[in-house]
């Protein structure tokens, strides 16, 4: 019998929506779980910006950025604060995000 699937859950503001995704998801996936796109996204390997979020908790949850990802974030001037590329956090413990403006 295979494992069961570990769902881990992603809080999303200001929208409030509660979600769970599967142990290890890219946030991104929230797409696969909601007929909305909630967060906003475009490319999907670091590389576009539109789905830059600010982590309110669980940063840990979202392990840590690499080079590439604080780099990017620095060119968006997103540096400061909590923020991170929603394509490239994977969700493995409850998190909650705030979309960026
Ligand atoms: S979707 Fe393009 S940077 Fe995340």
């Known amino acids: 019998m295979p494992d069961a699937v570990q769902l881990k ?7 409030g929506l509660d979600i769970m995704l599967p ?11 909601t007929p909305e796109r909630v967060i906003p996204f475009g490319c999907r390997s670091g590389a ?14 979202l392990g840590e950025s690499d080079d590439d990802e604080r780099d990017f974030l620095e060119d968006l001037g997103r540096s400061e604060g909590s923020y991170r590329l929603a394509c490239q956090c994977r969700l493995h ?9």
């Open 9 to 15: 859950k992603l809080t999303v503001l200001p929208h």
């Open 23 to 33: 142990a290890g998801s890219r946030l991104t996936d929230i797409e696969y779980e």
């Open 48 to 61: 576009c910006g539109a789905c830059v979020v600010e982590v309110i908790e669980g940063a840990d949850a």
């Open 93 to 101: 413990g409850p998190a909650t995000i705030r979309l960026a403006d």
